[in-house]
C-alpha cells in the first residue's frame, strides 16, 4: 500500500485562506478534517492498531491488573467520534460499542471515550476526567493541551479563541455589494 507522504496531499490537514469556525468553537486558518482522517484507509488501520494495543494495555498501565479488558466499552463522542468507536468496535473482538455514555467505573470497568480531533478537550467536559480518552489528533496550540489517554499524533497548529472575528462567506456573500456600485465611502 503506497501513501502520501505531504500531509497537506493527504487532504486531512488544510489550510484555508480566511478564518474557519473549529468545532471547538475556536477559530483558525487550520483545520483538521476528522472525515478525510477516517476515510484514509492507512491512518484508520494504523490508529486502530495503536488503539488496540492502548486498551489492551491499559490494565497495567494504570497499575490495576483487575481491570475486565476482555470487554471494553467504546463510545463516541459526537459527531467525531461516533465511526471512529464503531470502526473500534467491530475489529475488536469483544468491544462493546455504547450509544449512550454510560460510567462503570464503580465496578473497575472504565468507559474509552473516542473522539477524531481535539483542540481544546471541551468534547470531553461532559465526562469524568479520569475516563480513558481516544483521540486521533490532538491539535497543540497556546492554550493547554487536552489530556488524553492515546493520540496518533500532535500536530501544532494556531488557533484563536474568539479573538478575531468570524466571518461567515455565505453572509458576506449576502451583504456583498455588486462592483461598481457606490457605497459608503466611495
Do not use: C
Amino acid at each position: 500500500m503506497s501513501y502520501k507522504v505531504n500531509m497537506l496531499d493527504a487532504g486531512w490537514l488544510q489550510h484555508h485562506g480566511k478564518t474557519v469556525r473549529l468545532h471547538s468553537g475556536a477559530t483558525s486558518d487550520w483545520l483538521v478534517n476528522g472525515r478525510e482522517l477516517f476515510d484514509d484507509p492507512f491512518v484508520r488501520q494504523i490508529v486502530l492498531d495503536k488503539w488496540w494495543y492502548t486498551v489492551w494495555m491499559y490494565g497495567g498501565r494504570q497499575g490495576n491488573h483487575n481491570l475486565d479488558m476482555a470487554e471494553p466499552r467504546i463510545y463516541g463522542i459526537p459527531t467525531g467520534g461516533t465511526r471512529w468507536a464503531e470502526a473500534f468496535a467491530k475489529n475488536y473482538p469483544g468491544a462493546v460499542l455504547l450509544n449512550q455514555y454510560k460510567d462503570m467505573r464503580h465496578q473497575n470497568q472504565p468507559t474509552f471515550l473516542v473522539d477524531d480531533v481535539t483542540t481544546t478537550g471541551a468534547s470531553f467536559d461532559e465526562f469524568p476526567y479520569d475516563e480513558p480518552r481516544l483521540v486521533v489528533v490532538r491539535r497543540l496550540s497556546k492554550y493547554p493541551a487536552p489530556w488524553v489517554t492515546s493520540k496518533w499524533m500532535d500536530v501544532f497548529l494556531p488557533i484563536d479563541k474568539h479573538e478575531e472575528p468570524f466571518v461567515d462567506d455565505k453572509e458576506v456573500e449576502r451583504t456583498a455589494k455588486p462592483r461598481g456600485s457606490k457605497g459608503d465611502g466611495e
